[in-house]
């Protein structure tokens, strides 16, 4: 770790009136920020993100929010006032970085410092919005958070962060439905503004449209909502289940509200069910929720196999947003790769595709591409737990014979194998 002497020299560099000294600088804190630095030099550089500094190389960077973040890489629970008391002097970038930071760390303080600055900054419009951060996989500290977070429902740049944290926390018995009740009018205000922007634009051919930009973030908002309603006892939301059902096309949409429509203890046609889960995006989410709700025996028998969840595990990693950012048009089996593991996970079995997108997409002119799914352990079939290795590397598939795409998959398994192994000596 290199002296405070030194720390305090890069930070004196960051104002230099050469920019090539300044970018240096930059880069050399962060790389500092990612060894650790001491408590001592994250609260010298907090401190150091309030004063100004001259404009970046690039428009992107920051050197406040540079400052930031190298200070909380390791988050200390001694920079926590230091947040408090700096927070409004920070430009919008910094404090948007404070934020996604601070959310970050698993630390009850760290919770009661979030809801401090909501009641000191939210109303003002210094916070634009509500990272979720460790809250959106591993929700604590309900009783710091509920029920003063849903206060800010009313703020129109917080209220969908505050609709994810009711969701996550509501979803994992962090917080009982009851506590919702009083804020249904809010919620199903947010979802009829949606329901009228999103009706028209329903298809009931292809899946591109699903994807393009304005339908796409506005449908995970109301997904969201849709979701968030099978948790609240309130007998008004099941009428609202029922329309979405009924008159959504988008199988996702359609997903949403028959699961919540369940935890109201509604029926729902097993026709319904059959044709959301025709839809590989939504496949496993369904498989997976119905099992939670007790309805398993609704998802139909043949789809009811690991290639199905395997497909529909694929198409979920390629709609990621660094990804394809859309489903594949078509999706084909080309091949079980199964292998003994020699571990105590026995036989296990990778699923090789081919896809292909049409239409205007960058992926388009390649044709048909190829893709892995796993890999499954087979004694636990079918199940939508794989093991890591699902991904897709863009190559078309013409490019190599279908042995060669064999070859990648055993590849892939020898990989997969030594990090396994490597795991259980350590």
């Not at 920070?90 to 760290?110: F, G, T, Y």
């Amino acid at each position: 770790m290199p002296s405070a002497v030194r720390f305090d020299d890069i930070i004196e560099m960051l104002h230099s009136p050469d920019e090539r000294e300044r970018e240096r600088s930059a880069r050399h804190l962060i790389r500092l920020g990612r060894l650790g630095l001491s408590p001592e030099q994250g609260l010298r550089a907090l401190k150091a993100s309030t004063l100004p500094y001259p404009r970046r190389r690039s428009r992107t960077d920051d050197t406040s929010v540079d400052l930031i973040r190298a200070a909380l890489m390791v988050p200390y629970p001694e920079y926590l006032p230091s947040i408090e008391k700096r927070f409004h002097l920070w430009n919008p970038k910094a404090r948007r970085e404070a934020l996604v930071r601070l959310v970050r760390i698993e630390d009850e303080r760290a919770a009661g410092t979030l809801l401090v600055l909501l009641r000191e900054h939210a109303r003002s419009g210094k916070i634009r919005s509500l990272p979720l951060g460790l809250y959106a996989h591993a929700p604590q500290y309900a009783d710091v958070l509920f029920p003063e977070l849903l206060n800010y429902l009313d703020v129109p740049k917080l209220r969908l962060g505050v609709v994810d944290y009711a969701l996550s926390f509501v979803a994992a018995h962090q917080i009982e439905g009851d506590v919702l009740v009083p804020h249904v009018p809010a919620l199903l205000s947010l979802y009829a503004k949606r329901l009228d922007r999103l009706l028209p634009a329903q298809r009931s051919d292809g899946v591109a449209w699903r994807w393009e930009f304005d339908y796409h973030r506005i449908r995970g908002q109301a997904g969201v909502l849709l979701d968030l309603m099978g948790y609240i006892p309130f007998p008004g939301l099941v009428p609202v289940l029922r329309d979405a059902v009924e008159k959504f096309t988008d199988p996702r949409l359609r997903m949403y509200a028959v699961l919540s429509l369940m935890r109201h203890n509604q029926d729902v046609p097993a026709e319904v069910v059959a044709d959301i889960a025709a839809c590989p995006e939504c496949r496993k989410l369904l498989f997976d929720g119905l099992q939670k709700v007790e309805r398993y025996q609704l998802y139909p028998t043949r789809l009811r196999t690991q290639a199905a969840l395997a497909e529909s595990d694929l198409v979920n990693w390629l709609v990621h947003p660094r990804e394809l950012s859309r489903a594949p048009d078509e999706v084909e089996l080309a091949q079980v790769v199964s292998f003994d593991s020699g571990t105590d996970a026995g036989w296990i079995d990778y699923y090789l595709f081919k896809y292909r997108v049409t239409g205007d997409h960058w992926a388009s002119r390649f044709g048909w591409l190829a893709g892995v799914s796993g890999p499954y352990v087979r004694r636990e079939a079918p199940t939508v737990q794989s093991l890591g290795d699902t991904h897709s590397n863009y190559r078309p598939w013409d490019e190599k014979s279908l042995e060669d795409h064999v070859g990648d998959v055993r590849q892939l398994f020898a990989m997969w194998r030594e990090r396994h192994t490597s795991k259980d000596e350590n």
